[in-house]
């Protein structure tokens, strides 16, 4: 079963670059067919899908957000990382990391979530 925990500053200022980390456990993070995603949902708002970074290591990101995005992983540590950079209060937001396993079927995992206040 794998479990993602995310971790990070809970309030970053206007114009700085907000960094976000997610624990992978039960799994390593290059395992095939597995696609890992941060996801972020501002207060009365849908979710957003920022971007994601494949088992091979590659990355796709939104494209309104692909300027100021970078999604890195550690694999000795099981770790991908969100940086996002310029940040504006618009960025407020309970951040997601979430993975998706397709090999025939599907299986997904979110993690609970950690809420990020952009504010001087």
Known sequence: QV???ESGPGLVKPSQTLSLTCTVSGGPITTSKTYWSWIRQPPGK???VI???KSSGNTD???S??????ISRD?????FTLQLSSVTPEDTAVYYCYAI????GSRDYWGQGT??????
């Open 46 to 48: 849908g979710l957003e």
């Open 3 to 5: 479990q993602l925990q």
């Open 115 to 120: 809420q990020v206040t952009v504010s001087s």
């Open 101 to 104: 396993v397709i090999d025939g």
């Open 65 to 70: 957000l692909k300027a100021r995005t970078s």
């Open 61 to 63: 990101y939104s494209p």
């Open 75 to 79: 694999t000795p540590k099981n770790q």
């Open 51 to 53: 971007g994601r970074i």
